[in-house]
């Protein structure tokens, strides 16, 4: 039986490469597309046209007796504030959601509203939802209706330290993550800032201790110390189109090698299907999961100075979002996890 599924933002980059998925999922059906005016009746792939006979679905405007008739799932890819308004209609209507946005992610609305400068309208429906981190919350998500798909960054940390979290290994109390991000993960929406001759052969730092996937980082790796962490998280926005590479630094409490530590997150990892860790003395690079849904790990002991280094790589468009929005999909209505998703990947 093939499920139906509606995307509300599908012209975003993050909506767009979600249908690009879809598509190629053989117990999905794509039933409806719902958009801002300004694309209300053309056809997806007049937005993309690498969709071009693949498809005839056109954009529509928001209708949720539809989105009610027509589809088993819906997700939104929308900005922060608004999914928080739809999503307990859907609900409903006994229809299951992945979110997108940064609306259900935190636990604590006071939190919020701090970071995202939004007062939520919802906070009982915060605590139903399931943050959607398939290698740590699965059986949570095997049985959730509401789904706050991860942020791109907060994966490729959290992913890179979770291991680490219970263990008597490093310093927890000084960590450093310095992530750099294609120009996609800033979305469609035109800006200076993502302009071709303002971005392009430039590199820049941006929101240093003030990047909204922060309090993310932290509520999701103090779950797993079962204690307040704290980290320092400063984002780079470089000339590429897609891809996050996130470097992240602890200080060592003790002498440890490299073979014991790929040890802990290979055991860590051992039924992640989506997360490789590569071998001694390899690193990550954006290039070999471009478009893909994996997210590589290399691990480096830097003796002379006590200090551990993990590199992360993924897609923020992919495992950093709409990747990992389908393989939720996958495991809450109990398909393979990697259903879908096994050649998603583009080499270019």
Not at 133 to 142: G, Q
Request: proline content about 4%.
């Amino acid at each position: 039986m093939m499920l139906k599924v509606a995307i509300v933002g599908a012209a975003g980059y993050t909506g767009g490469e979600l249908f690009r998925i879809l598509l190629r999922h053989p117990r999905v059906e794509v039933t409806y597309l719902a958009e801002r005016k300004v694309y209300q009746g053309k056809r997806i792939d007049e937005v993309y046209p690498n969709l071009k006979a693949k498809t005839n679905l056109k954009f529509e405007e928001l209708n949720l007796s539809k989105i009610g008739k027509l589809a088993d799932l819906v997700f939104l890819a929308l900005p922060d504030g608004v999914a928080m308004n739809l999503a307990p209609e859907i609900l409903k209507r006994g229809k299951k959601v992945i979110d997108f946005s940064g609306d259900f992610r935190l636990k604590n609305v006071d939190t919020y509203k701090e970071w995202y400068k939004i007062k939520h309208k919802n906070p009982a429906l915060v605590k139903k939802a399931v943050y959607g981190l398939p290698e740590i919350y699965k059986k949570k998500i095997r049985r959730a209706s509401l789904i706050a798909n991860p942020g791109c960054y907060a994966t490729s940390a959290i992913l890179g330290l979770a291991p680490l979290m219970d263990k008597d290994i490093a310093n927890l109390s000084n960590i450093i993550i310095d992530s750099k991000s294609g120009v996609s993960g800033a979305g469609r929406s035109l800006s200076t800032v993502t302009h071709f001759p303002e971005c392009n052969e430039s590199m820049k730092a941006y929101k240093i201790g003030l990047h909204d996937h922060t309090p993310e980082i932290e509520q999701e790796l103090g779950k797993l110390a079962q204690k307040k962490i704290k980290v320092s998280f400063t984002p780079h926005l470089i000339p590429l189109s897609r891809g996050i590479l996130s470097t992240i630094y602890l200080s060592l409490k003790r002498r440890i090698s490299v073979k014991e530590l790929l040890r802990i997150y290979r055991e860590f990892y051992q039924d992640a299907p989506f997360v490789r860790v590569l071998k001694k003395d390899e690193l990550p690079s954006t290039k070999f999961v471009y478009a893909g849904n994996y997210l590589d790990l290399g691990i480096v002991v830097d003796k002379r100075v006590g200090r551990l280094v993990i590199v992360t790589a993924i897609d923020n468009l992919v495992k950093g979002a709409a990747g990992q929005a389908v393989e939720n999909m996958n495991i809450m209505f109990g398909n393979d996890e990697t259903l879908g998703l096994e050649e998603a990947g583009i080499f270019p």
